[in-house]
């Protein structure tokens, strides 16, 4: 029915027995599953993208947000799909059968519904996936995967990345457009890091992923909650919503442990809920599991902080900066424990983790005495953590903090006063930059975050972004600490529809270099 070679690989199945899986039962009805049977076909991959359908390949058409796949299901049979599930809306047509060229289309009503089911199913036939870790929250989700994955490594346990920053094995990541990727890239991915000796991999799960079902058959055996702030408004539609959306990682998996921040409000209301969850954080006193956070000291080179914990009690030291850090190393450290690891060698390797790209990372310019810190806080909250995390830090007899940050253009526009509030608030002076404009005039999009500015006359507007850090370079204070937001890992801009190559990181190293 399906052979796969000594090595892992993934070979082939059979189109029925792929869409035979007891769960299935009121995918096909058994007239359908006859005809297919006697057709035999043999599948030998899955796309939803008909341009990369290869040869034997099984082509999924999805009717998406942006685009109808079954517009392309011409395309994808000229390219060698043997077979195609297209997704319908009419509930009568489900189980219908069509033939085009020879290559047999299956109807299926609301398929993204199966449609994770059916990738694990042809990924992971042995039911033989290695144990994923998801982490969901607002902020603090790309920190927590990179130290976590990174400690892994340490620990001599191979493993694997996905999420914002890039897919794949740790530290050699390639770049995704979204945090969570679609149903049959995300089976693909865990299969292949499985197949490269993976024995961990840590997955961001956004909301948008769980709500359309991207990742409702993997079978994750820890999830993480950071924090619940105001994000993707515009496509919740409100905060319980997006609450809601969240908690579909807490509720419908097979979970061993469940991790959540006692320090975030919706975070207590679910350690509630949850008994035997792991509670982290400075208030993290009320389960059965839990990492109390204490004494906490904020030095030139980074973190130092006390904890009481289930499993004892001990001294961390990391080389991060901010009070969100040390929660985000808490967590890491809750799942490094759950796992087995003893709190010896879990203090032995948080103080040998590196810096996460574009995550308050450190720019230093040494004649002029200036650390730009780039950061890819995009959201009211995390901005403010970011400021706040900086004057703990800097040098209180010298310096000044300075905000340097934007707004995206067709997206949330409630949000963009909020992020001016967090920035005046948290910094000495504030620089209002582009950050995505995509199609919005980028005047409107500053205009709307001078509404937030109870001092709107005293920020500093330069839309070019490199052109904001090399005025910064001449002018700003010796011993200033100059927060540059919003773009983090990213290297690019996006203007209108066409994306430009830009990065933070990779201007600051090129004037370092300058300086030198």
Not at 178 to 204: F, H, K, P, W
Not at 251 to 256: G, I, Q, R, T, V
Not at 365 to 382: G, I, R, S
Request: hydrophobic residues 40%.
């Amino acid at each position: 029915m399906i052979d796969r070679g000594a090595d892992q690989s993934i070979a082939t199945c059979t189109l029925l027995w792929l869409l035979s899986k007891p769960s299935y039962k009121l995918l096909l009805d058994p007239q359908a599953q006859s005809t297919i049977a006697s057709l035999n076909i043999a599948i030998s991959g899955m796309t939803l993208d008909s341009r990369n359908v290869t040869s034997g390949d099984l082509f999924v058409a999805l009717q998406g947000a942006l685009s109808d796949g079954r517009q392309f299901i011409q395309n994808a049979i000229v390219a060698g799909a043997v077979a195609v599930l297209s997704e319908t809306t009419e509930q009568e047509q489900h189980g219908v059968i069509e033939h085009q060229q020879n290559t047999v289309i299956v109807k299926v009503y609301k398929l993204h519904h199966y449609l994770s089911d059916i990738a694990m199913r042809f990924y992971f036939p042995s039911n033989n996936c290695h144990p994923v870790t998801a982490i969901t929250g607002t902020n603090g989700k790309t920190t927590i995967a990179s130290l976590l994955a990174n400690s892994y490594m340490l620990l001599k346990q191979q493993s694997a990345q996905m999420g914002t920053i890039g897919n794949g094995l740790y530290g050699q990541l390639k770049a995704s457009l979204n945090t969570t990727l679609d149903a049959i890239s995300v089976c693909r991915e865990l299969s292949s890091y499985q197949q490269q000796g993976a024995q961990y991999t840590i997955m961001e799960v956004s909301s948008h992923g769980l709500i359309q079902g991207r990742v409702a058959a993997i079978p994750f055996s820890t999830a993480i909650f950071t924090n619940l702030t105001r994000d993707h408004l515009d496509y919740h539609g409100t905060m319980q919503a997006y609450a809601d959306a969240k908690k579909i990682l807490f509720e419908n998996f097979p979970l061993k442990h469940r991790i959540i921040n006692a320090d975030d409000p919706v975070g207590r209301e679910w350690l509630s809920q949850y008994p035997n969850a792991i509670a982290y954080g400075v208030q993290a006193t009320n389960n059965k599991q839990y990492f109390k956070i204490e004494h906490v000291a904020y030095l030139a080179q980074g973190i130092v902080f006390d904890f009481n914990s289930s499993w004892g009690e001990g001294q961390i030291q990391a080389p991060f900066y901010g009070d969100f850090n040390v929660s985000n190393i808490a967590a890491v450290s809750c799942a490094l424990l759950a796992d087995g690891y003893s709190i010896a060698q879990i203090q032995t390797v948080l103080a040998q983790l590196t810096v996460v790209p574009g995550r308050m990372e450190q720019y230093f310019f040494e004649k002029q005495n200036l650390t730009f810190v780039v950061d890819y806080a995009h959201t009211p909250d995390a901005l403010s953590n970011a400021l706040n995390a900086l004057q703990k830090h800097k040098d209180e007899q010298q310096g000044r903090i300075i905000a340097v940050f934007g707004c995206g253009g067709d997206r949330d526009k409630g949000k963009r006063a909020e992020m001016a509030k967090a920035a005046e608030q948290g910094a000495d002076h504030v620089i209002i930059v582009d950050d995505n404009p995509r199609t919005e005039d980028a005047k409107a999009i500053v205009d709307d975050i001078k509404k937030g500015l109870t001092q709107a006359d005293t920020a500093t507007v330069i839309h070019d972004r490199k052109q904001a850090l090399m005025h910064l370079l001449a002018t700003a204070n010796n011993g200033d600490i100059i927060l540059v937001a919003g773009k983090g890992h990213e290297d690019y801009q996006i203007f209108g529809d066409k994306k430009v190559h830009y990065s933070d990181r990779e201007c600051l190293s090129e004037l370092i270099a300058q300086e030198q």
